[in-house]
């Protein structure tokens, strides 16, 4: 059975840092690319960053700079390190693996909030 379990996530000040990680099980985690997609209140889900099994790596034009998403395939986790962040990174952040599949965590919250 797959699985991809979210954590790390909170809440932060403007300007604050969070890094989110996702364990993955029961996929061949090595050749799957990987990504972050979040969902603000009142908006449709969106691409954050994405991992190709190769390491290669894109982001959202609104994260760049800010955000980066790396990959240890010996702990079969991604993580995405956010800092700078702003308000309008309020979202719920959804782990995605992606090869033959396509699998899907449950979230972790992420509030960016004085």
């Known amino acids: 059975q797959v699985q991809l379990v979210e954590s790390g996530g909170g809440l932060v000040q403007p300007g604050g840092s969070l890094r989110l990680s996702c364990a993955a099980s029961?996929?061949?985690?090595?050749?799957?690319?990987m990504a972050w997609y979040r969902q603000g209140p009142g908006k449709q889900r969106e691409l954050v960053a994405t991992?190709?099994?190769?390491?290669?790596?894109n982001y959202a034009d609104s994260v760049k700079g800010r955000f980066t998403i790396s990959r240890d395939n010996a702990k079969n986790t991604v993580y995405l390190q956010m800092n700078s962040l702003k308000p309008e990174d309020t979202a719920v952040y959804i782990c995605?693996?992606?090869?033959?599949?396509?699998?899907w965590g449950q979230g972790t919250q992420v509030t960016v909030s004085s």
């Open positions: 995605n693996a992606r090869f033959s599949g396509e699998y």
């Open positions: 029961g996929i061949r985690f090595h050749i799957y690319t």
């Open positions: 991992i190709t099994m190769t390491g290669s790596t």
